[in-house]
């Protein structure tokens, strides 16, 4: 069963660029890695989704190694609303998220 | 994408008691799962329930604890059966409608407390 590991916390002042990195190892073959942000009382929500490489979409950028075992979500230019839980969450046969970012927006 | 919403949003409950969340989604999809996520934790799936077949329980979760129905394309329940207080913690049902690419769409949640 493959498992992810990400910081516990981050804090960022507004208007910077954030790296969020999750470490998964145990990566299978059919796994695809997927961004969710949660605020507090509601249900996650996708962010963004990604196999390989680089994909981008209008509020992210997910970053994926040749050797799978790790992806960053890079949030540009994060505001105070971008305070949240981020999940970093590994499909194929087993849905596991990862234990989550709490970030944290300075003003 | 898809709107889902869930009932009840919150409930306390006693001990020893069921209570049965439901969850409905504003389109047809085949894919849906359940979740609980207890305090200041992540989520941890506990059944996929697709319609027309039974439910698929993960480990540490059974059926007779956590029944789950899946009546149509919309809409599914799940109970939480003789509940303790290890039971309170927030459970949000989740749907993924391409059914192929692993994206989900979460309800709200449903808060339950047991005393």
């Known amino acids: 069963l493959a498992k992810t590991t990400q910081p516990i916390s981050m804090d960022s002042y507004e208007g910077q660029e954030v790296n969020i990195t999750c470490s998964h190892n145990n990566i299978a073959t059919n796994d695809y890695i997927t961004w969710y942000q949660q605020f507090p009382s509601q249900g996650p929500r996708f962010i963004i989704q990604g196999y390989k490489t680089k994909v981008t979409n209008e509020v992210a950028s997910l970053f994926i190694p040749a050797d799978r075992k790790s992806s960053t979500l890079s949030l540009p230019r994060v505001s105070l609303s971008d305070t949240a839980v981020y999940y970093c969450?590994?499909?194929?046969?087993?849905?596991?998220f990862g234990t989550g970012t709490r970030l944290t927006i300075i003003p | 994408s898809a709107v889902i919403s869930q009932k009840p949003s919150r409930d306390i409950c006693q001990r020893g008691t069921s209570l049965t969340i439901q969850c409905q989604v504003d389109?047809?999809?085949?894919?849906m799962f359940w979740y609980r996520q207890q305090p200041g934790q992540s989520l941890t799936l506990i059944a996929t329930?697709?319609?027309?077949?039974?439910?698929?329980?993960e480990s540490g979760f059974v059926i007779d604890k956590f029944p789950i129905s899946r009546p149509n394309l919309t809409f599914s329940t799940l109970t939480v059966s003789n509940m303790s207080p290890e039971d309170s913690s927030i459970y949000l049902c989740?749907?993924?409608?391409?059914?192929?690419?692993?994206?989900?769409?979460f309800g709200p949640g449903t808060r339950l407390t047991v005393l």
């Open positions: 329930a697709n319609q027309g077949s039974e439910a698929t329980y």
């Open positions: 989740s749907v993924d409608p391409s059914g192929d690419t692993d994206t989900q769409y």
């Open positions: 969450l590994l499909s194929g046969e087993k849905l596991t």
């Open positions: 389109s047809q999809v085949t894919m």
